[in-house]
C-alpha cells in the first residue's frame, strides 16, 4: 500500500471563529504619526456644550475629518460649521500632538502632588508636640501572598 509522505501533506488552518462581542460605538481610525485620538464634548442631554468645546480647541485640539480617513466608515456631522468630522452622540472626535498632551499630563501630575502637599502640610501644623501627627504615607503595595523576603 502506497501511502503519501507526510511531508507532502498539509493541514490546513481553519479562521477561529471569534466570540461576537457588542461593537463599540466610539470606534476611531488610527491616528497619524505623533498625534493621539480623544473624544470631546460638545453636547450634554441636548444642550451645547460649548465652554468645554472651545476650551478644547484653544488646548490645540484638531477636529477629525472623515475624508482624512476614506478607508473608514463613521458617523459624521451633516449639516453647519462642522459638517464632514467624525462624530458619535454629543462627541466628536479630534486629533491631539503627543508631545503636548505628555507635557499636559505633566502638568496635571504636578498639580495634583501640589494639592496633596498642602494638605500634609495643612495637617501636620494641626499636630500637637502631646500627640503628634506622623506624616502619611502615600505609597500602596499589592502582593499576592508568600513571603514578603521574596521580593
Do not use: C
Amino acid at each position: 500500500m502506497d501511502r503519501t509522505p507526510r511531508s507532502e501533506t498539509t493541514r490546513a488552518k481553519s479562521a477561529r471563529v471569534q466570540t461576537w462581542k457588542p461593537p463599540s460605538s466610539l470606534d476611531a481610525p488610527p491616528p497619524p504619526e505623533g498625534y493621539t485620538h480623544r473624544w470631546i464634548r460638545v453636547e450634554t442631554n441636548g444642550f451645547d456644550d460649548r465652554k468645554n468645546f472651545s476650551a478644547r480647541l484653544r488646548e490645540g485640539f484638531e477636529l477629525v475629518r472623515a475624508e482624512e480617513h476614506p478607508d473608514f466608515v463613521a458617523p459624521t456631522i451633516q449639516d453647519g460649521v462642522h459638517a464632514g468630522v467624525i462624530a458619535v452622540g454629543g462627541l466628536i472626535l479630534a486629533r491631539f500632538p503627543l508631545e503636548v498632551a505628555s507635557q499636559r499630563n505633566a502638568y496635571y501630575r504636578r498639580q495634583a502632588a501640589d494639592q496633596l502637599a498642602a494638605v500634609d502640610n495643612d495637617l501636620l501644623r494641626e499636630s500637637n508636640p502631646s500627640m503628634p501627627i506622623i506624616k502619611p504615607e502615600r505609597q500602596t503595595r499589592v502582593t499576592f501572598g508568600g513571603n514578603r523576603s521574596t521580593e
